[in-house]
């Protein structure tokens, strides 16, 4: 459990979540800007092993949080908007950088951890701590994922278990808000959070393994360092484009490829559709605004949806619940 003992210093034991009776939840919030930040927080321990936070904050300042961890476990974190960043203490060296949109699982070993991010940033992010043992449970063997583990635990550092971070898919975030939001109490409660966690993280391998798939068979080494680039030119198109996306070969022909390679390619780089990403980005954008106050109308109409009814039913296929609950 996450015992605070400064502003910016904590200790963090998961082996102790077994301890727990019921499932337990803290929640902050920072109101005004009370000191140098803004916003709120949510955290959930289970005596399963699971410990799930929700952050949505503002700083006036860059932000640093000491971690201590008594027990080693695995961290998965999301990012939705902003970057944070993990760092060794002893090395400096950044174990884990996330930018909007991304997520990466972190094995900790028991000892020091850094956490930071930007002021005058906003960072809305989940984090999805488990015991090692809860993953290995779940993890299969023969999954690539497993064997880096495996070579990585010997050595008894920070690692990333992607080497590279993956694109928040729209199934993922859907889970993690219906954490965020579960109607139930009590056991039912604990239940559904130990559910959703297993199903998170078994959409997670299958898309770990896409990715660990692609990089045996060289098709992401066959790119050239010019095609890869023009990946990431298509993914800033779409961003700048939501509201107004354009046509899959007019995308193509902007960039100076056709459709089928684009969709190839995309999907080789982000690890997921084209078609995907701009939904994930525009569901994103959407649920930021309707936090600021924006009526649904105008959140419709800011992310492309002409007829308010069809932006309803594709922000509840996200996220599990309608806009109007979004307060």
Same mark, same amino acid.
């Given at each position: 459990? @996450?015992? %605070?003992?400064?502003? !910016?210093?904590?200790?963090?034991? @998961?082996?102790?979540?077994?301890? =727990?009776?019921?499932?337990? /939840?803290?929640?902050?919030?920072?109101?005004?800007?009370? *000191?140098?930040?803004?916003? &709120?927080?949510? /955290?959930?321990?289970?005596?399963? *092993?699971?410990?799930?936070?929700?952050?949505?904050?503002?700083?006036?300042?860059?932000?640093? &949080?000491?971690?201590?961890?008594?027990?080693?476990?695995?961290?998965?974190?999301?990012?939705?908007? *902003?970057?944070?960043?993990?760092?060794?203490? !002893?090395?400096?060296?950044?174990?884990?950088?996330?930018?909007?949109?991304?997520? %990466?699982?972190?094995? =900790?070993?028991?000892?020091?951890?850094?956490?930071?991010? &930007?002021?005058? #940033?906003?960072?809305?992010?989940?984090?999805?701590?488990?015991?090692?043992?809860?993953?290995?449970?779940?993890?299969?063997?023969?999954?690539?994922?497993? $064997?880096?583990? !495996?070579?990585?635990?010997?050595?008894?550092?920070?690692?990333?278990?992607?080497?590279?971070?993956?694109?928040?898919?729209?199934?993922?975030?859907?889970? =993690?808000? #219906?954490?965020?939001?579960?109607?139930?109490?009590?056991?039912?409660?604990?239940?559904? @959070?130990?559910?959703?966690?297993?199903?998170?993280?078994?959409?997670?391998?299958?898309?770990?393994?896409?990715?660990?798939?692609?990089? $045996?068979? %060289?098709?992401?080494? *066959?790119?050239?360092?010019?095609?890869?680039? +023009?990946?990431?030119?298509?993914?800033?198109? @779409?961003?700048?484009?939501?509201?107004?996306?354009? +046509?899959?070969?007019?995308?193509?022909?902007?960039?100076?490829?056709?459709?089928?390679?684009?969709?190839?390619?995309?999907?080789?780089?982000?690890?997921?559709?084209?078609?995907?990403?701009?939904?994930?980005?525009?569901?994103? +954008?959407?649920?930021?605004?309707?936090? #600021?106050?924006?009526?649904?109308?105008?959140? !419709?109409?800011?992310?492309?949806?002409?007829?308010?009814?069809?932006?309803?039913?594709?922000?509840?296929?996200?996220?599990?619940?309608?806009?109007?609950?979004?307060?």
């Amino acid at each position: 459990m @996450i015992n %605070n003992i400064g502003t !910016a210093n904590c200790k963090f034991d @998961i082996l102790q979540l077994a301890n =727990l009776e019921a499932i337990r /939840e803290s929640n902050r919030n920072y109101g005004e800007l009370n *000191g140098d930040k803004k916003g &709120i927080s949510k /955290e959930i321990f289970t005596p399963d *092993g699971i410990y799930f936070g929700y952050h949505n904050v503002i700083s006036t300042k860059d932000e640093e &949080i000491n971690l201590y961890n008594e027990s080693p476990y695995i961290q998965l974190s999301f990012n939705i908007l *902003g970057s944070k960043k993990y760092v060794v203490p !002893a090395s400096q060296k950044s174990a884990l950088d996330l930018k909007s949109l991304q997520y %990466n699982y972190l094995h =900790l070993p028991a000892g020091p951890m850094k956490i930071g991010w &930007i002021g005058n #940033q906003k960072l809305e992010s989940f984090e999805l701590g488990i015991t090692e043992n809860f993953f290995n449970h779940i993890l299969p063997q023969d999954h690539p994922m497993y $064997q880096r583990m !495996a070579i990585e635990n010997d050595r008894m550092t920070n690692f990333a278990l992607g080497e590279n971070n993956l694109p928040l898919q729209s199934e993922c975030t859907t889970i =993690l808000f #219906q954490m965020l939001n579960c109607p139930m109490e009590g056991h039912l409660r604990r239940l559904y @959070i130990q559910a959703k966690t297993v199903e998170l993280i078994s959409l997670q391998l299958k898309q770990f393994e896409e990715v660990f798939s692609y990089e $045996q068979k %060289n098709a992401r080494k *066959g790119l050239s360092k010019e095609e890869i680039e +023009r990946m990431y030119l298509v993914k800033e198109i @779409i961003e700048k484009n939501h509201n107004h996306p354009c +046509r899959l070969i007019d995308l193509a022909h902007s960039v100076g490829t056709n459709d089928t390679y684009l969709k190839k390619h995309f999907k080789m780089v982000f690890g997921t559709t084209v078609f995907s990403y701009l939904l994930n980005f525009k569901m994103e +954008r959407a649920m930021e605004m309707l936090k #600021q106050d924006y009526s649904i109308t105008d959140v !419709a109409y800011a992310t492309g949806y002409n007829q308010i009814s069809h932006f309803s039913r594709a922000f509840k296929r996200q996220f599990g619940f309608p806009p109007n609950k979004v307060r």
